[in-house]
């Protein structure tokens, strides 16, 4: 009988176990729910034998009285786990820290945009102070996470060095500005917050990510916008969706400036071939939705087949040639002469065109493997070959005589 009856009560001892009155130790930082703010003192629910008390100045936070309501919850510190009252005596004093990451931690789960003042900038973002936390919380908006609109112009920069002093020069004109930014990633452990102001300035369109990104998987095609143009890459909004499409992914042929292929405001079609972060980093492809005119070359050519191509560059383990618009070769320093070859330059010269012999067909490399002696050559053969033929003919008819 006793033993149907723990049987039948078991969940409500369970229960009792759970509300046990807590014991604490000096030092420890819990968490607590206000139950009456008075003057002087604010008493605290921490789930203890006892209400807990926070007096003086144990109510400051950085020198300033914090303003506090009964249902808030809040951290606090032990002080005295029992004062001579029976109270747990706690301070919010001594939570600085812990708190101001509480405060943090809430923003971030609920969305909320936070106003930060610029202090620093470098290669890689700017560093800000996060004053609505408190004025010492540092965090870190990295230059892909800032509107495009401050670090990008129209059109693009002219070169890579141009753009490397052209960005270092608009993220420190930032210095001193005010920024609406939206926490993304926050690591205690190495106390590191890092903030998004792309978040906010696309806050309408918001929806509409959440969407696309819930429907959306690698390899599907979106359409989208150019908007903004930087010297490794192409930045696209596709329906909510932003991402990068680097420049080996604008187009088959050779891209240095992708300024020269489009402009921001341009429509373009992309496909998606990563998406990483939970979606903070999309990767996209233009080039893959076009025709490879490699696959039209590879039937075009053939092993063997004498071309005329026109030296573009010499270097010194050969030469690279260009056969048409769209087809480069190299001849191999190897491939120029049957002798010993120390100096390509001594064998080819830039800007003449040459009969060349495909000796390989790289897709993947996007060239073909020419040579030079195969061709210069197959004439010495020839002749060779005419001369053994010859010979042999003439040592049959001495024979017969």
């Known amino acids: 009988m006793a033993k149907i009856d723990i049987l039948k009560n078991l969940d409500k001892y369970l ?11 000096k030092g420890e930082v819990i968490k607590g729910k206000v139950m009456r ?20 100045r144990e109510l400051s936070l950085d020198g300033k009285r914090e303003k506090l309501n009964p249902g808030e919850e809040l951290l606090v510190y032990v002080i005295n786990p029992e004062n001579d009252k029976g109270q747990l005596e706690l301070s919010i004093r001594k939570t600085g820290e812990a708190r101001k990451w509480q405060k ?29 936390i408190d004025d010492n919380f540092r965090g870190f ?47 205690k452990k190495k106390n590191r917050v890092i903030l998004s102001e792309k978040l906010v300035t696309a806050e309408l369109d918001l929806d509409k990510r959440e ?32 991402g990068l499409v680097h420049l080996s992914e604008i187009s088959w042929d050779k891209v240095e400036r992708p300024a020269d292929f489009y ?11 990563g998406i ?28 063997g087949q004498v071309v005329k191509g026109e030296i573009q560059k010499i270097v010194e383990y050969g030469a690279f040639v260009r056969i048409e618009d769209e087809v480069n070769g190299l001849i191999h320093i190897s491939e120029l002469s049957d002798g010993l070859v120390t100096d390509p330059s001594k064998f080819v010269e830039v800007g003449k065109v040459y009969d060349l012999e495909i000796i390989s067909i790289s897709k993947s490399e996007r060239h073909l493997g020419l040579s030079l002696k195969k061709v210069i050559s197959k004439p010495k053969e020839k002749a060779k070959r005419k001369e053994e033929s010859a010979e042999e003919l003439r040592s049959l008819e001495d024979a017969s005589l």
């Open 263 to 273: 402009k921001v405001g341009d429509k373009v079609k992309v496909k998606i071939i």
């Open 37 to 56: 703010v008075r003057e002087g003192e604010v008493l605290v629910n921490v789930g203890g034998r006892a209400e807990g008390v926070i007096s003086g």
């Open 15 to 25: 229960d009792e176990l759970e509300t046990f009155p807590k014991t604490f130790e």
């Open 141 to 187: 908006i990295p230059s892909s996470q800032l509107d495009n609109s401050r670090i990008y112009p129209l059109s693009a920069y002219d070169d890579k060095k141009d753009a490397s002093r052209e960005l270092q020069k608009k993220l420190s004109g930032l210095i001193n500005e005010t920024i609406k930014a939206k926490v993304i990633e926050i690591n």
């Open 211 to 242: 969407e696309t990104l819930k429907s959306c998987k690698v390899g599907d095609i979106l359409k989208g916008e150019v908007t903004g143009i930087a010297p490794f890459g192409l930045f696209v909004n596709a329906q909510g969706l932003e």
């Open 276 to 303: 990483e972060d939970d979606g903070r980093r999309i990767a996209y492809s233009i080039k893959q939705l076009q025709q490879d005119p490699w696959d039209k070359i590879i039937k075009k050519y053939k092993i």
């Open 104 to 132: 943090l931690d809430k923003v971030y789960e609920e969305g909320e945009a936070l106003e930060v003042d610029v202090i620093e900038a470098n290669n890689g973002g700017v560093i800000v102070s996060i004053s609505d």
